[in-house]
Nanobody, 119 residues
Framework: QVQVVESGGGLVQAGGSLRLDCAVS????????MGWYRQAPGKQRELVAA???????NYTNSVKDRFTISRANAKNTMYLQMNSLKPEDTAVYYC?????????????WGGGTQVTVSS
């Protein structure tokens, strides 16, 4: 099986920074594309940023130039550095890991970590 665990959320004032970590463990060959999603109360889950195995990245427009996604393949870990946080960034942040097991790709979600930005 594969486990995905996020950490690093918390309460921060507007303009502050947080770093989220996503650790992937279990039995798999490699991590493929990975992404950070978020879901605010009453809203649908949305993609925040994604990164391929080759470090190609994409971001939703609202976080460009503020958030940076990165990964450390040797540690099976992905990061999201969030700067200049705004109250509208408040949400539960989820990690989605696409991993390769037995020549097939599978998607695994973490349980989420709460990020709250106060004004």
């Amino acid at each position: 099986q594969v486990q995905v665990v996020e950490s690093g959320g918390g309460l921060v004032q507007a303009g502050g920074s947080l770093r989220l970590d996503c650790a992937v463990s279990g039995t798999f060959l490699t991590m493929s594309t990975m992404g950070w999603y978020r879901q605010a109360p009453g809203k649908q889950r949305e993609l925040v940023a994604a990164i391929t195995y080759g470090d190609r990245t994409n971001y939703t427009n609202s976080v460009k130039d503020r958030f940076t996604i990165s990964r450390a393949n040797a540690k099976n870990t992905m990061y999201l550095q969030m700067n200049s946080l705004k109250p509208e960034d408040t949400a539960v942040y989820y990690c989605l890991a696409e991993v390769v097991r037995f020549n097939t790709k599978y998607n695994y979600w973490g349980g989420g970590t709460q990020v709250t930005v106060s004004s």
